[in-house]
């Protein structure tokens, strides 16, 4: 009889007929899958899938929606509570190490609960918090007890930090949590205190992030993992910044500031609009980082402070009103929304 049914890694059922299907292993006796494997000990990222479809949650639940503050503007996009309306819903943003240690955190949970009840989503608590505080997880973990509910279910974009949450409040040190978009296969469970269970679901996937245009190696270098240093470029009217070899922005009407939420180690560098074209045209010499096609995005930015969001990368904030002309790989996730903060 084989030791385990399941990867404990990714919580798909291990199978030994095919190498090409989520779950191979090389012995049903094995710990983990054979993707695993290779993605803890060499860094490799080989087969896993995305699921695309919501799971069925029973009532009376409590279904925790996890955030990453990178994933804001994607914020309350999931319409689980519309499937299982008799559930309790409480939404976590997480990764709030991510932000400078000076962010109005007041301003941004009171724009959030504002834009929560704009969109009339139900819950019952939206908590601020870092998976890598012990303090947050103590407090986290205290909380989802105090409610009698006997299912728990961690639910969220892929790469939110879900596993993080669930490894810390379980103290499982066999589930994988990496930089990488599809890693959980099927739900991951375990006993949470005396009368509940805790799932940790798989990903709900979101069309056009880096995950579907650089392979796993290039990817995760560009999602940040630490606190981000904001980066402030005065630019002028008509000016185009190039972020790597992945989105170049031209802002026109008025000279402005724009402050990018990016990794340390991406690479910016200003240039002008006339120059896009050629430095694209030739992109393997010119860029370390680069997609295959772009594609032309335009924003117009209406009076006020407005966020730019690179897909699960980072985002620019920039002070309207003024124009955004953008050179973005083919189907990458653009979005324009209000800045949650300062």
Do not use: W
Request: hydrophobic share 35%.
């Amino acid at each position: 009889m084989s030791k385990t049914i399941r990867c404990q890694g990714c919580g798909a059922m291990l199978q030994i007929e095919d190498e090409l299907r989520v779950g191979y292993a090389k012995s049903l006796d094995l710990t983990y899958c054979q993707s695993c494997y290779r993605l803890m000990h060499y860094g490799e990222s080989i087969t896993h899938f995305h699921p695309e479809d919501l799971p069925s949650l029973p009532e009376n639940s409590i279904i925790v929606m996890v955030s990453s503050v990178l994933h804001l503007d994607m914020l309350f996009s999931y319409p689980v509570y519309r499937y299982q309306p008799d559930a309790k819903y409480v939404y976590i943003i997480n990764q709030l190490d991510l932000l400078p240690r000076s962010t109005n955190l007041d301003l941004l949970i009171d724009q959030i609960t504002l834009k929560a009840k704009k969109s009339q989503i139900p819950y019952i608590d939206i908590i601020l918090m870092s998976s890598k505080s012990k303090d947050d997880i103590l407090h986290l973990k205290q909380y989802l007890q105090s409610h009698k509910n006997p299912n728990i279910y961690l639910l969220g974009v892929q790469n939110s930090g879900k596993t993080t949450i669930y490894k810390a409040l379980t103290d499982d040190d066999k589930a994988l949590a990496f930089k990488k978009a599809g890693l959980t296969q099927e739900a991951l469970s375990k006993p949470f205190g005396k009368r509940q269970t805790i799932y940790d679901m798989p990903g709900l996937y979101q069309e056009g992030y880096l995950h579907q245009m650089l392979p796993y190696s290039v990817y995760k270098r560009l999602i940040p993992d630490h606190e981000i240093n904001p980066k402030i470029y005065q630019m002028k009217n008509n000016q185009t910044i190039f972020i790597e070899g992945l989105v170049a922005l031209t802002f026109s009407g008025s000279d402005t500031n724009a402050v990018f939420y990016l990794d340390d180690m991406v690479i910016m560098h200003k240039t002008n609009p006339s120059r896009i074209k050629d430095l694209l045209d030739n992109k393997e010499k010119n860029f370390k980082v680069f997609a295959e096609a772009y594609e032309e995005k335009n924003f117009k930015i209406p009076l006020g402070k407005y966020q730019i969001t690179f897909a699960d990368m980072g985002f620019v904030h920039i002070q309207g009103p003024l124009t955004v002309k953008m050179m973005v790989p083919k189907g990458m996730h653009i979005s324009l929304s209000e800045a949650l903060f300062q």
